[in-house]
């Protein structure tokens, strides 16, 4: 099925994700990234949530199988964003996506980072950087082999 963005009145295509995004509001309905309304595909951008009504947010694999679902707090700020690396090995430049979603409440952060191998690593360090050995902390002496 194809999938539509309506941007200011213009109809953009966009691809599904590896990982797609949906979230339960506390009356029972749902908002998904990728919606589909009889023989149409509609995409939601994330800016597109009520933040004040999630009680669920959850990241599932579009091809089916696993998902992640979190239960997100009353007053936290919902997470959901994509960390796009580029390695140059060998002078072919590789390049992988991270998908990064949680919450933030008062000034802690509450993250789930999807690998490109599907692992999630949890952690409430929000400048954690992917590297061809995994996460280090930015700012680690610790220099990524592929960059």
Sequence with gaps: MKFTFNREGKKEDVAVEKWIWGVVYKDGTE???????????????????????????????AQG????????PEGAKLIHKYKNDVFLLSKEK????TYVFGYKLKDQYFLNYVLP?????????????????????????????KV
């Design 31 to 61: 908002l998904l990234q990728f919606e589909t309304k009889g023989d149409e595909g509609v995409f939601h951008q994330i800016g597109e949530v009520d933040q004040s009504e999630v009680k669920r947010f959850i990241l599932a694999k």
């Design 65 to 72: 199988g696993q998902s992640i679902c979190i239960l997100v």
């Design 94 to 97: 590789i390049s992988c996506r």
């Design 117 to 145: 191998n599907d692992t999630i690593v949890q952690s409430n360090d929000p400048n954690l950087r992917l590297t061809d050995e995994g996460f280090i902390k930015v700012g680690d002496s610790a220099s990524p082999k």
